[in-house]
Antibody
Framework: EVQLVESGGGLVQPGRSLRLSCAASGFTFDDYAMHWVRQAPGKGLEWVSGISWNSGSIGYADSVKGRFTISRDNAKNSLYLQMNSLRAEDTALYYCAKSLATDAPFFDYWGQGTLVTVSS | EIVLTQSPGTLSLSPGERATLSCRAS???????LAWYQQKPGQAPRLLIYGASSRATGIPDRFSGSGSGTDFTLTISRLEPEDFAVYYC??????????FGQGTKLEIK
């Protein structure tokens, strides 16, 4: 059974940093691209960042480019999101999501999310 | 950047009725790169349709997707009580961007 478990969320002051983690199991992690998608309270979905299976291709939404860094450790079956210079508008539930196929642009499994609240 | 606009914002129907949800793109989208998700309150999204018309694993055949170019449709042939949720379309455009529509809430009438 595929499982994605996010952690690392919490309350943080504007301008500070936070690192999210996603522990994956139930599939061959290094066969798939992985992504972070967020959802602000009561709002829709926003793709944040994605990383290919071998970390050779990485992308970011314009809203986080230059502040967030995605990475993965295939030996640990883990995905990460380093978030710096956090802003109030980064407040959201952050989901880890698995690509449907090796580098397919769709997400077939999602974690339950970790909540990030940016507030003073 | 391609913007996806979903309509209607809210759709009120009764169980057993047919639901038609629309997703319109600001520029042409390859059908291969259009998907639909369902999200229920307190749950993560669930992939329903990818490649505009292919059902994901385990998705009932009452869900179907169609369309091309800038206009895409998700159809639920006969609504079951568990189908009332929010639905999002998603496209993959110029790498690496993926964008979602703003969602359509399907509510019980």
């Amino acid at each position: 059974e595929v499982q994605l478990v996010e952690s690392g969320g919490g309350l943080v002051q504007p301008g500070r940093s936070l690192r999210l983690s996603c522990a994956a199991s139930g599939f061959t992690f290094d066969d798939y691209a992985m992504h972070w998608v967020r959802q602000a309270p009561g709002k829709g979905l926003e793709w944040v960042s994605g990383i290919s299976w071998n970390s050779g291709s990485i992308g970011y939404a314009d809203s986080v480019k230059g502040r967030f860094t995605i990475s993965r450790d295939n030996a640990k079956n883990s995905l990460y999101l380093q978030m710096n210079s956090l802003r109030a508008e980064d407040t959201a539930l952050y989901y880890c999501a698995k690509s449907l196929a090796t580098d397919a642009p769709f997400f077939d499994y999602w974690g339950q999310g970790t909540l990030v609240t940016v507030s003073s | 950047e391609i913007v996806l606009t979903q309509s209607p914002g809210t759709l009120s129907l009764s169980p057993g009725e047919r639901a038609t949800l629309s997703c319109r793109a600001s520029q042409s989208v390859s059908s291969s790169y259009l998907a639909w998700y369902q999200q229920k309150p307190g749950q993560a999204p669930r992939l329903l349709i990818y490649g505009a018309s292919s059902r994901a694993t385990g998705i009932p055949d009452r869900f179907s997707g169609s369309g091309s170019g800038t206009d895409f449709t998700l159809t639920i042939s006969r609504l079951e009580p568990e189908d009332f949720a929010v639905y999002y379309c998603q496209q993959y455009g110029s790498s690496p961007r993926r964008t979602f529509g703003q969602g359509t809430k399907l509510e019980i009438k």
